[in-house]
């Protein structure tokens, strides 16, 4: 990504979260609210830690806007962390007289173990504090501002849970946001009405059974000290036709997107569209066939290919599925080695969720947005929103999709 780039810096307890935001365009109404939101959505989820009951995440916007419009210079956002106060000691900045004892028993599936190796330090302290998850409160806010810049060229991004351990929801873009059987405005808003249900949802789920049922086998693992991964699907309705392009490997949308998920913590496989069910079934099955009405112009029956063939956009939903492993810090910790006395240990419990996979969705749909804004911003050029949106409205008339 090169129009759109973004740095944040901070530690799981230091003093802030912060970010430096380039290259979002002059003139997008924007203002502190805008992110607000979407920091509490990243805290929702049954599941989670005591972290959540502290922090009560609020972005100040610090540069980059003037009178509720972007400059068109870098945007600085800051969030202090609100349980600093109890850490000040631990991560003090300057040399203190009694410096915390290292912790020295790393968690399998977490940074610790290769982070101690690689910076050659003896104290995972050093590690999980900026591996901590916690990072991707700023993700969220870098997320919010593409999302408000999306929205003023009638791209919406939607997420929601549809599998946690054992337990899946029937509900998935793949099987409703598509032409078969329906028109466009009846299709998005069923699908928009199902996303609303998210939004009251604990975890994150549109079907009201299998939200029950997750919560139900939530709470049994948490009894046994152990975490829960699942499966989040991320939906973008309204892009338009080439974004991305098939010319070269870095500009192909599907591995951007693929790229900026994975970079997520606790990730682990990406799927665009059907993903790895193309495996089972022929291609005359797989690929969406391509049709054309008088009224409507061209549609395709069906969206196998998630929005995304040969590395742009075709018009129809993109659709991604992202897969999140069990957290590694569990209240009956695993097997680990003391990396001082090389002695057998218990590893070390840091507090933690057992389950987030509800808040991942939050990250997962800003950094969708953020792929998608620099495709946006790359196609259509320019320095201003005003100028981007001159350039949209002379686009060609494209296949009419989502």
């Not at 610090?62 to 000691?89: A, E, F």
């Not at 991560?91 to 009694?98: C, G, H, Q, R």
Request: proline share 5%.
């Amino acid at each position: 990504m090169n129009r759109i780039r973004f740095l944040t810096a901070g530690e799981s307890h230091g003093q802030a979260l912060n970010a430096i935001v380039e290259g979002i365009p002059a003139g997008l109404p924007l203002c502190e609210e805008d992110i607000e939101r979407d920091l509490q959505r990243r805290q929702r989820g049954y599941g989670r830690g005591d972290r959540m009951k502290i922090e009560k995440d609020r972005a100040q916007i610090l540069s980059g806007v003037r009178y509720g419009q972007t400059l068109g210079s870098p945007i600085t956002l800051l969030i202090y962390n609100k349980d600093w106060p109890n850490w000040v000691d631990k991560m003090s900045v300057t040399p203190v007289e009694n410096p915390a004892q290292p912790l020295q028993m790393p968690r399998p599936g977490h940074a610790d173990f290769a982070g101690m190796v690689k910076y050659r330090t003896d104290d995972l302290r050093n590690i999980l504090e900026r591996s901590s998850a916690r990072e991707t409160a700023m993700r969220v806010c870098v997320g919010a501002i593409a999302k408000k810049m999306l929205a003023q060229f009638g791209l919406k991004i939607y997420g929601h849970v549809v599998q946690i351990g054992s337990i899946s929801s029937p509900i998935s873009a793949l099987n409703f946001l598509s032409w078969k059987n329906k028109n466009n405005a009846t299709a998005l808003s069923e699908w928009e009405s199902l996303m609303d249900k998210v939004e009251g949802s604990p975890m994150a789920c549109a079907d009201e059974n299998a939200n029950s049922e997750m919560i139900t086998l939530v709470d049994q693992v948490k009894e046994l000290g152990d975490t829960l991964g699942g499966l989040f699907e991320i939906v973008a309705v309204g892009a338009p036709v080439g974004l991305g392009s098939h010319v070269h490997w870095d500009r192909k949308l599907d591995g951007q997107i693929a790229w900026a998920m994975m970079s997520i913590n606790a990730m682990k496989s990406v799927e665009i569209g059907l993903g790895r069910k193309v495996v089972e079934i022929p291609g005359s099955q797989v690929h969406d066939e391509l049709f054309y009405d008088e009224k409507y112009g061209y549609y395709r029956d069906a969206n196998n290919a998630g929005g995304i063939e040969g590395g742009m956009s075709n018009g129809e939903a993109i659709i991604v599925r992202v897969a999140m492993k069990p957290l590694p810090t569990l209240t009956s910790p695993l097997q680990s080695v003391d990396t001082g006395s090389k002695s057998p240990q218990q590893a070390f419990r840091e507090r933690s969720d057992v389950c987030a996979v509800p808040a991942a969705v939050v990250v997962g749909e800003a950094m969708l947005a953020i792929v998608l804004a620099n495709a946006l911003c790359d196609k259509l050029g320019g320095d201003s929103l005003a100028e981007m949106k001159s350039t949209f409205a002379r686009l060609p008339n494209a296949p009419l999709g989502w």
